[in-house]
T-cell receptor, first 113, second 114 residues
Framework: ETGVTQTPRHLVMGMTNKKSLKCEQHLGHNAMYWYKQSAKKPLELMFVYSLEERVENNSVPSRFSPECPNSSHLFLHLHTLQPEDSALYLC????????????FGPGTRLTVL | AQSVTQPDIHITVSEGASLELRCNYSYGATPYLFWYVQSPGQGLQLLLKYFSGDTLVQGIKGFEAEFKRSQSSFNLRKPSVHWSDAAEYFCAVAHSGGYQKVTFGTGTKLQVIP
């Protein structure tokens, strides 16, 4: 595997379900990000982990819970979501100790029924 | 706070024609600027970036962008568009710091007609 991978690519869940999104980066980076991309809205930064420490939490509802067990893996745990949470969830990674770009995964298309 | 404006939501060009996508940013210091492209159902791929130095930067797939500080702009250009360039394009600005806190524009969707 190369770059940034995300699983699953598609997820349909009910409002009472609990599910998790997984992101893995194979680039040796030490910062990882979750973004939400909804139709007709700019990408919304949700969470940032830098050197395995959460450094950003942009007023995200508590039904979204991130986890970063190591610098290569990032999870987004989902529970009791709402239909308006349906979106493309993108993971990205970068080098926290240098100025460079973020590398994105292909995203997970989430539909909440 | 930093912000990015992409005034064109949708652009249609003919294959072989030139392309310019506009981007204006608001940021108090020297910005770090990016253009990303997103094909349907895919993540974002970096086309090019500007950190410092030469204000005309070359990217992948024949794209270039010019940083104009006086106009707070970072427009993306391509001299001859191919049908495979049809996608959504995002301009982004980042602040200085360790990890990248990036602000994205709302995107410009490019349609290419034969």
């Amino acid at each position: 595997e190369t770059g940034v991978t995300q699983t699953p690519r598609h997820l349909v869940m009910g409002m009472t379900n609990k599910k998790s999104l997984k992101c893995e980066q194979h680039l040796g980076h030490n910062a990882m990000y979750w973004y939400k991309q909804s139709a007709k809205k700019p990408l919304e930064l949700m969470f940032v982990y830098s050197l395995e420490e959460r450094v950003e939490n942009n007023s995200v509802p508590s039904r979204f819970s991130p986890e970063c067990p190591n610098s290569s893996h990032l999870f987004l745990h989902l529970h009791t979501l709402q239909p308006e949470d349906s979106a493309l969830y993108l993971c990205a990674s970068s080098n926290a100790l240098a100025y460079n770009e973020q590398f994105f995964g292909p995203g997970t298309r989430l539909t909440v029924l | 706070a930093q912000s990015v404006t992409q005034p064109d939501i949708h652009i249609t060009v003919s294959e072989g024609a030139s392309l310019e996508l506009r981007c204006n940013y608001s940021y108090g210091a020297t910005p770090y600027l990016f253009w990303y492209v997103q094909s349907p159902g895919q993540g974002l791929q970096l086309l090019l970036k500007y950190f410092s130095g030469d204000t005309l930067v070359q990217g992948i797939k024949g794209f270039e962008a010019e940083f104009k500080r006086s106009q707070s702009s970072f427009n993306l250009r391509k001299p001859s568009v191919h049908w495979s360039d049809a996608a959504e394009y995002f301009c982004a600005v980042a602040h200085s710091g360790g990890y990248q806190k990036v602000t994205f524009g709302t995107g410009t969707k490019l349609q290419v007609i034969p």
